[in-house]
């Protein structure tokens, strides 16, 4: 199961566009990479998956470079309720035992 | 129903005692994953249902913990004789296939040991 590195925490302002990064270094060729928010006291909620080059949806967009080993989670200009735990996760799509790391916390300040 | 509904949404309880949590997924989801959140600290599986049946029991903790789901929707999540340690938020989440990252987490249940 391929392991992913992400930054402790972050802290941004609002109206800024935030980018969080994932380090995935043995991704296998048909691992997927995913990631999911997580506010205080609510289950995770999907945001967004890709394979390679970029992804974007009404919530974010997710940049994947050539060699897959990192990937990184942009949020466009960011309130304060993007306040959450960020989760990259990275393996088959048919694999439900992924391994969770304890995440990114973001804050968001005024 | 809209989402996964999970019940109770805190339960205290004593050390020895036996625990159940509900779980309703989304109707017509036939995958459901139970896991289990330690504070500050990622998700860790515990088992998953396809249908009534539970082909991946491996995460779950010890044989204190069982899990059913009939008419293939909701589950129990059962702990018996509980311990400290079983502290923790236990979330459940729903997909319509197996293996599909569009899960559908509920809002988890607090158990707390004391």
């Known amino acids: 199961l391929a392991k992913t590195t992400q930054p402790i925490s972050m802290d941004s302002y609002e109206g800024q566009e935030v980018n969080i990064t994932c380090s995935h270094n043995n991704i296998a060729t048909n691992d997927y990479i995913t990631w999911y928010q997580q506010f205080p006291s609510q289950g995770p909620r999907f945001i967004i998956q890709?394979?390679?080059?970029?992804v974007t949806n009404e919530v974010a967009s997710l940049f994947i470079p050539a060699d897959r080993k990192s990937s990184t989670l942009s949020l466009p200009r960011v309130s304060l309720s993007d306040t959450a735990v960020y989760y990259c996760?990275?393996?088959?799509?048919?694999?439900?035992?992924?391994?969770w790391g304890a995440g990114t916390k973001l804050i968001i300040k005024p | 129903g809209a989402g996964v509904s999970q019940s109770p949404s805190n339960k205290v309880t004593e050390k020895g005692k036996d625990v159940e949590l509900r779980c309703d997924p989304i109707?017509?989801?036939?995958?459901l994953y139970w896991y289990r959140q330690s504070l500050g600290q990622g998700l860790e599986f515990l088992i998953y249902?396809?249908?009534?049946?539970?082909?991946?029991k491996s995460g779950l903790p010890s044989d204190r913990f069982s899990a059913e789901r009939t008419g293939g929707s909701v589950s129990t999540l059962t702990i018996q004789r509980t311990q400290q340690e079983d502290s923790a938020v236990y979330l459940c989440?729903?997909?319509?296939?197996?293996?599909?990252?569009?899960?559908?987490f509920g809002s988890g249940t607090r158990l707390t040991v004391v």
């Open positions: 989440a729903s997909s319509s296939m197996v293996g599909n990252y569009g899960y559908t």
């Open positions: 890709g394979y390679k080059t970029k």
């Open positions: 109707s017509g989801h036939t995958a």
């Open positions: 249902f396809q249908g009534n049946s539970a082909p991946d």
């Open positions: 996760l990275v393996g088959r799509d048919s694999n439900y035992q992924l391994i």
